[in-house]
């Protein structure tokens, strides 16, 4: 069975942080990149951060120095810690593994 179990969404104020999990089962996750994605209503997707194999990371500009992507090959488990939030983080984010996709988890930042 394939799949990606996604946790870590919730409710946080401006300034708060967040992280979010993302788990993969039946696939050598360890021979694929990872990324996270985020999508908020009206707006196109997004992607927001990405992680080959080997480690190296990129982040969109709107993200960079807030957010830090990482993994876990040993739990067959990625990672964004979100620091420093914004209103307009507000969005779902998914996390995606080759053509595999999370079921997404929300994110809210509100005062």
């Known amino acids: 069975q394939v799949q990606l179990v996604e946790s870590g969404g919730g409710l946080v104020q401006p300034g708060g942080s967040l992280r979010l999990s993302c788990t993969a089962s039946g696939i050598s996750f360890r021979l694929n990149d990872m990324g996270w994605y985020r999508q908020a209503p009206g707006k196109p997707r997004e992607l927001v951060a990405h992680?080959?194999?080997?480690?190296?990371?990129n982040y969109a500009d709107s993200v960079k120095g807030r957010f830090t992507i990482s993994r876990d090959n040993a739990e067959n488990t990625a990672y964004l810690q979100i620091n420093s939030l914004k209103p307009e983080d507000t969005a779902v984010y998914y996390c995606?593994?080759?053509?595999?996709w999370g079921q997404g988890t929300q994110i809210t930042v509100s005062s």
């Open positions: 995606t593994i080759a053509e595999l």
């Open positions: 992680i080959t194999h080997f480690g190296s990371t």
